[in-house]
């Protein structure tokens, strides 16, 4: 898995649709889980920083699904494309409530 990507600057980045995989290496077509963490970006430096923290953690606890992931400051968004194992995109919703709990699920494709 690459490592978790944190954006906090204001500067355009490539949409998503060009930096995300779309397939292992497998040839397989991956999931993608969106979360929307509202307050994430006004959170004071300390809290943030355990946030990210924790958001790493679970990428690494699931490194052996999750293919991408990106965490986006300004837009309180976590993107997550991981491999087609049934479940994991609400045990990774999940795990991120767990210390997020205004962590919403958008959406699971």
Same mark, same amino acid.
């Given at each position: 898995?690459?490592?978790?990507?944190?954006h906090r600057n204001?500067?355009?980045?490539?949409?998503l649709r060009k930096?995300?995989?779309?397939?292992?290496?497998?040839?397989?077509?991956?999931?993608?889980?969106?979360?929307?963490?509202?307050?994430?970006?006004?959170l004071p430096q300390?809290?943030?920083?355990?946030?990210?923290?924790?958001?790493?953690?679970?990428?690494?606890?699931?490194?052996?699904?999750?293919?991408?992931?990106?965490?986006?400051?300004?837009?309180?968004?976590?993107? !997550?494309? !991981?491999?087609?194992?049934?479940?994991?995109?609400?045990?990774?919703?999940?795990?991120?409530?767990?210390?997020?709990?205004?962590?919403?699920?958008?959406?699971?494709?």
């Amino acid at each position: 898995m690459a490592e978790l990507t944190v954006h906090r600057n204001l500067l355009p980045a490539e949409p998503l649709r060009k930096r995300v995989p779309e397939r292992d290496a497998d040839g397989r077509a991956l999931a993608d889980v969106m979360v929307l963490l509202p307050g994430l970006r006004d959170l004071p430096q300390h809290l943030l920083q355990t946030a990210i923290a924790q958001i790493q953690a679970v990428c690494a606890h699931y490194s052996h699904v999750v293919a991408f992931a990106e965490l986006n400051i300004r837009l309180n968004l976590l993107f !997550v494309s !991981v491999k087609p194992v049934t479940g994991v995109r609400n045990e990774i919703f999940d795990a991120v409530r767990g210390f997020l709990p205004q962590a919403r699920l958008v959406s699971h494709i």
